[in-house]
């Protein structure tokens, strides 16, 4: 077997749990306000602290890999975990959850955020590159099905501690697992990445010597000068408006709207998050097969028709329409990711690609923090979510045409392999 296997197993493991720590303030917020007497605003505001650093971490993440190599990178974002969970076992004030679970988590896992397993993906395959980056991507709802009920379950038992607990030594055993296991690059071991046939050969990158602060902005002023840097950041925050945004924030208040218990539409978001880990390696596969502007315009052009049916099919009997849309739109949930990586690649390099990834998932939480509050706000003001859905329809056909308006760009990894001399 190939070590890029190996690495890629190491790899889905970090993230499934980096899934796990991010998620799993849902399932303790209750305990922790009934503990301490904590407001929904004041637990809320770790959230938020956790999901913006989440997304904004990414691109200096990625310049951090390059620079420091991904190995110690990853590493230190599982031990800022571990230790953030253990002491959020003691706190006593409000400002040291926003402190712990807000900053010191939302640091560490928009570390490991989706940036990471792009860059592995890119470095370690050349065959088969789409189709691993769609198993990563699954990682998030792979980790919130595995640990999210051992997480409920050991905090209804056992009391939120226990739970937090779990998580900390799950950290710590990712963190040797990341140190002893992961390797930066094929070349740092004499190998060539999986697929790349004998008789080429592939040059060692140069460790960056950057600070990666400053190499975060100088590939964001050189990409900003192009046009598919901007399709693909229009694309990606539509992504996130239409996603974790629209349907995993409101979808259960929309859902007790129309008279269905938050149970039952706690259990469809559940299918949504079954559906995403097969869709994602579907559209993995595909992205190795078909082109990705294409593939793109298909995932925002159903996502957006689908939402125009969505008032339709929303109603407490739980419908056949009904579930063919939670369905659709579990396949369709993150299917975007492989092609848009393959995109950042093919018109960024290998070089560049990662950082300018970490930029586009940026603006895909962006997205989703604006779209929670603007559909939120026209809840508020009209008494439904109608205009929301609509909102985020029309918003998805245009990210569907300016999908197809990306350039074509052959892979830039071919130009970097040259034959060996005889």
Aim: glycine share 10%; hydrophobic share 55%.
């Amino acid at each position: 077997m190939h070590p890029a296997w190996s690495v890629a197993a190491v790899t889905l493991g970090a993230l499934v749990a980096a899934a796990a720590f991010r998620s799993s303030i849902g399932v303790l917020i209750e305990p922790m306000e009934s503990e301490f007497g904590w407001t929904r605003a004041t637990t809320s505001a770790a959230v938020t602290i956790n999901l913006i650093l989440y997304g904004l971490v990414a691109p200096f993440a990625a310049a951090l890999m390059e620079r420091w190599g991904v190995r110690r990178t990853v590493t230190t974002a599982l031990l800022t975990i571990a230790a953030a969970s253990a002491l959020t076992m003691v706190m006593t004030a409000a400002w040291q959850l926003w402190l712990l679970w807000g900053l010191a988590i939302g640091i560490g896992t928009g570390m490991m955020a989706l940036v990471f397993g792009a860059i592995v993906a890119n470095r370690w395959f050349h065959t088969h590159r789409g189709l691993v980056t769609g198993i990563f991507s699954a990682a998030n709802a792979t980790g919130q099905m595995v640990f999210l009920p051992v997480i409920a379950a050991t905090s209804s038992a056992a009391g939120w501690r226990a739970a937090v607990g779990i998580e900390c030594g799950l950290a710590l055993l990712g963190a040797l697992a990341v140190w002893l296991f992961l390797v930066d690059h094929p070349s740092d071991r004499s190998l060539l990445p999986y697929g790349v046939a004998e008789g080429y050969a592939v040059g060692a990158p140069q460790r960056s010597t950057e600070p990666p602060v400053q190499a975060a902005l100088r590939v964001l002023r050189m990409a900003s000068r192009t046009w598919a840097f901007w399709g693909l950041v229009i694309t990606f925050f539509v992504c996130g408006w239409s996603t974790n945004g629209l349907i995993q924030t409101h979808f259960i208040p929309a859902a007790h709207d129309v008279g269905m218990t938050p149970t039952v539409a706690a259990g469809l978001l559940a299918v949504v998050g079954t559906f995403d880990v097969l869709g994602t390696i579907a559209s993995g596969w595909l992205t190795d097969r078909v082109d990705s502007r294409y593939l793109l315009l298909a995932y925002y052009g159903l996502r957006g028709l689908s939402l125009f049916a969505l008032d339709a099919v929303l109603a407490p009997d739980m419908g056949a329409g009904l579930w063919v849309f939670i369905i659709f739109y579990g396949l369709d949930w993150v299917a975007t990711v492989p092609p848009t990586v393959d995109l950042c690649r093919k018109h960024f390099g290998l070089a560049d690609s990662g950082i300018v990834f970490g930029w586009v998932f940026a603006s895909h939480m962006v997205g989703a923090g604006i779209s929670a509050s603007v559909s939120g706000w026209l809840r508020t003001t009209t008494g439904t979510y109608h205009e929301a859905w609509l909102v985020a329809a029309f918003l998805c056909l245009g990210a569907a045409v300016v999908a197809v308006l990306i350039p074509k760009k052959r892979d830039a990894v071919a130009a970097d392999r040259v034959p060996v001399p005889a």
